[in-house]
């Protein structure tokens, strides 16, 4: 009896799952997970990503067993373990969401393909995200992502029907860590995966942590809360993206209807889940890059920047970012944080960026790969596009040089979030937190964290490198050549709401 083969990659849920409803609507069905050890074994990989998908195909499975299935888990290089799956059960359809995921992944892709044309076995790949497959030209991709999301939710089948000889089949087992070469950090507070946490964590945000989302997502004491944190739960498919697209969509109409009738409400709310909206577009919006343009894994979207930092790398600045050593207290903490939790907020991450790129002038590429396996969430459509941004390599984006300094004073003047992961500053007072080198011996003394032996001098001087920075990446920015390049990274990948002229 020829399947319906429903292959899970990056999409681990029942619920809004076209792929599954439509397999399921076709014949007997087999759904499977694949652990690729080129992908959990690859660079930008870490156990932590492993462990989320676990406890999420743990929970996939359960779902697919109350609908009369099962998940077949195995281990293997795609297309050999298809092969496998096809001898056994002959395979009359695959069925898959589109993926924008690194150039391991789309490698993988391209044989797959060409493995199921020889079988003669066709592919039916439906889109998960905004994201628009062989996009011609960006304009009017905001009002085809609009579409998308607006589109009717889909229900999860009532029941799948399984082939007959699947009695006899082994299912396969969940794969740990140790069982891989996977690289990994030491967590103490992450995230646990799942379908119906994505949702857990989807109600609270909208009914009770996101009334002050504006105002206190960019400081990293507030953002935990404020935030949605739905990031790692949207990177591997917990929840659909029109999931959250719809629901934030009728509680904004619920809110309106209250105020209507005089319930007291947070005057914050309809201004907070508009920007949330607006960061959902965000999202496929920087995975549309990545889709048209999967080198920008490795080399710069504008191919002008080219040699600006490649042949000056300081891997003893480097180690020191790594391991939040730099000096500069929020960068610390921060980079401590990521090494605990898995996750800062979006400024907190754009500041630590900023920080490698200019202040200690590091080519972007081996931090993004060390903060792919420090992200939860990561997703490499927005993970390289918003590290070449940050980086100030695209041409197109205003070059943004945060001030370590400076983002205390406006993001944690208490130093909560800096205390909580630099201990060795928690009895500093506030105004000597930005920069505790600048104490004196005696304070020093007196507040039990001497520079250079407690906590590290500042690797590199502020102003300094600031200067030094702003002034050549300037320089090579209105260069006629850079200019060009830039034109036409904007009409590759621009967001069409800036004209042109006031780039």
């Known amino acids: 009896m020829a399947i319906q083969l429903i292959w899970y990659k990056r999409d681990l849920r029942v619920s809004d799952h076209l792929p599954l409803t439509c397999a399921a609507t076709s014949g ?35 779902n697919l067993r109350r609908l009369g299935s099962d ?25 898959a969401h589109e993926e924008t995921f690194n150039n391991i992944s789309y490698q ?48 999860p089948p009532s029941r799948i029907e399984s082939p007959e000889s699947i009695a006899d089949c082994d299912r396969g087992n969940i794969r740990n860590a140790d069982q891989f070469k ?7 507070n992450i995230q646990t995966g799942g379908e119906s946490k994505a949702i857990e964590y989807l109600d609270s945000f909208l009914n009770s942590r996101g009334a002050n989302y504006r105002g206190e997502m960019s400081s990293p004491v507030t953002a935990d809360v404020s935030c949605s944190r739905l990031s790692s739960y949207i990177a591997y498919g917990n929840i659909s993206m029109r999931t959250i697209h719809h629901r934030t969509n009728s509680r904004i109409k619920e809110i309106k209807e209250l105020k209507k009738q005089g319930t007291p409400l947070d005057s914050t709310w309809l201004q907070s889940l508009s920007s949330f909206k607006s960061r959902l577009s965000w999202h496929c919006h920087f995975m549309q890059k990545m889709e048209d343009e999967p080198s920008i894994e490795f080399q710069n979207m504008n191919r002008a920047y080219d040699g600006l930092r490649e042949d000056q790398f300081n891997d003893e600045y480097f180690d020191a970012w790594c391991q939040g050593q730099t000096g500069y207290p929020l960068v610390d903490a921060c980079m401590r ?24 002038w590091l ?8 903060l792919a396996r420090l992200f939860l969430d990561y997703e490499p459509g927005i993970h390289y596009s918003q590290i070449q941004m940050q980086s100030g390599v695209t041409g197109i984006n205003t070059v943004r040089i945060y001030s370590p300094i400076k983002q205390v004073a406006d993001q944690d003047p208490q130093g909560i979030f800096i205390r909580k992961y630099v201990p060795e500053l928690a009895d500093i007072p506030d105004k000597h937190l930005a920069e505790p080198h600048q104490m004196n011996a005696m304070e020093q003394t007196f507040y039990g964290c001497k520079i250079g032996v407690d906590y590290p001098k500042p690797i590199v001087d502020h102003l300094t ?6 002034d050549r990446i300037h320089q090579i920015k209105k260069a006629p050549q850079t200019r060009a390049e830039s034109n036409k990274v904007y009409l590759k990948h621009g967001s069409r709401k800036t004209p042109m002229s006031k780039r």
């Not at 660079?43 to 499975?61: G, K, M, P, Y």
């Not at 490198?465 to 702003?470: D, F, G, L, N, V």
């Open 28 to 62: 007997p069905c087999i759904a499977l997970y694949v652990y690729e050890p080129e992908l959990i074994e690859a660079d930008d990989s870490d156990a932590a990503h492993l462990d989320f998908v676990n406890q999420s195909i743990a929970e996939l499975r359960s």
């Open 71 to 95: 998940l077949f888990i195995r281990a293997g290089q795609m297309p050999d373990v298809l092969e496998g799956i096809h001898d056994k059960f002959d395979i009359a359809k695959i069925w």
């Open 108 to 155: 993988r892709d391209q044989r797959v393909r060409a493995w199921a044309k020889a079988k003669h076995i066709p592919i039916v790949e439906l889109p998960q995200f905004g994201v628009v497959r062989r996009l011609t030209d960006r304009n009017g991709w905001a009002a085809k992502w609009n579409q998308r999301m607006t589109q009717p939710l889909t229900d």
């Open 182 to 188: 996977v690289n990994s950090f030491k967590r103490t």
């Open 337 to 360: 944080a990521l090494h605990q939790t898995g996750w800062i907020n979006f400024r907190m991450r754009a500041m630590l960026v900023s920080f490698a790129s200019y202040h200690l």
């Open 363 to 370: 080519h972007w590429r081996k931090p993004a790969t060390y």
């Open 465 to 470: 490198q600031y200067k030094m920075a702003r």
